[in-house]
């Protein structure tokens, strides 16, 4: 029971872990919903979602809307000048608005050019002013500022970007090439911030472009799976250590038997408990309401 114990607390801890790694970007996001493109495939919301950035201003003025601005959201590789490699989750604002974060370190997002990092990568050796350089495209962002503490999206750190430069590394655009007209025209979705105590007609606002929260169901069951895996397979190696171990202890004049049925409960109850841990740590994500936050019952 002792060593249960101890493994439903390093399991927990992993499973919040998870969790944190892979959403805590979103979770620190400022705002009530997300609205993203009509009929897009709610489980890769955030990676095939194209909105048009005039769609922010139609939600601005929505009856109990507080403030709604466009958001981006892409996953590239970069390096920095001093050889490092990192993936970056590149979140693209608009730097003068409520959705731009405030840097706990060095500046905050002002101008074309420049990303604000989460703060753990600073423990990479990444610092204010060093250049962080887009593979493939060659984009040179300049590093101002950094956020405080873990910020992560997909299991990679988050950087934020000016929207402008946003749209022009996810269309490929290259230093000093001819933009099309259209790379501005795009977001990944609207962020929308309600008013205090205000009850948004989300179905009204459907009917103009479809509102979907930030994926929480998705985010909950991926979460719920990776536990699954996490703690299936880590029960078949305590379990089968467990049987080696045994079969050694039995041939001793130590009084010890192996039963199938015993062992197979108290795998069952480790796996069954270990969920039980899981689902509690990601509450906070299942206690958001699917009608208000994510639109997912439509």
């Known amino acids: 029971m002792a060593l249960i114990g101890l493994l439903m607390v390093l399991l ?12 805590s970007g979103l979770q620190k996001l400022p705002v009530s919903s997300f609205a993203f493109q009509s009929e897009v495939d709610k489980t890769s919301a955030f990676s095939r979602s194209v909105v048009d950035v005039d769609v922010a201003q139609e939600w601005a003025d929505r009856d109990g809307v507080a403030e709604a601005t466009p958001f981006g959201n892409t996953l590239v590789n970069t390096t920095t000048d001093d050889d490092v490699d990192i993936d970056l989750a590149l979140f693209g604002v608009e730097p003068d608005s409520w959705l731009s974060p405030e840097a706990t370190t060095g500046a905050a997002l002002a101008d074309p050019g420049e990303i604000v990092l989460a703060g753990t990568l600073q423990d990479e050796g990444v610092a204010v002013g060093d250049v962080v350089t887009v593979d493939q495209i060659g984009t040179e962002l300049e590093v101002v500022g950094f956020l405080d503490g873990q910020h992560t999206y997909g299991h990679v750190d988050v950087g934020y970007v000016d929207l402008t430069t946003w749209q022009e590394v996810r269309a490929g ?10 790379v501005h025209d795009d977001a990944t979705a609207v962020a929308v911030r309600f008013a205090d105590g205000a009850d948004v007609d989300l179905a009204a606002a459907d009917a103009a472009l479809r509102a979907v929260g930030a994926s929480t169901r998705y985010l909950l069951r991926d979460s719920l799976t990776q536990s699954a895996v996490l703690l299936v397979g880590s029960t078949v190696v305590g379990v089968g250590a467990g049987l080696l171990l045994g079969a050694g202890i039995s ?41 208000t936050a994510l639109g997912g019952n439509r």
């Open 12 to 23: 927990s801890g992993l499973s919040v872990g998870l969790v944190n790694d892979g959403v």
């Open 173 to 182: 655009v290259r230093p000093g090439e001819p933009v099309p007209d259209h």
């Open 251 to 291: 041939s001793s004049p130590m009084p010890f038997a192996l039963e199938a049925a015993p062992v197979a409960a108290a795998a069952a109850l480790l796996v069954v408990l270990g969920m039980i841990g899981a689902a509690i740590a990601v509450l906070r994500i299942t206690r958001v309401d699917p009608l």
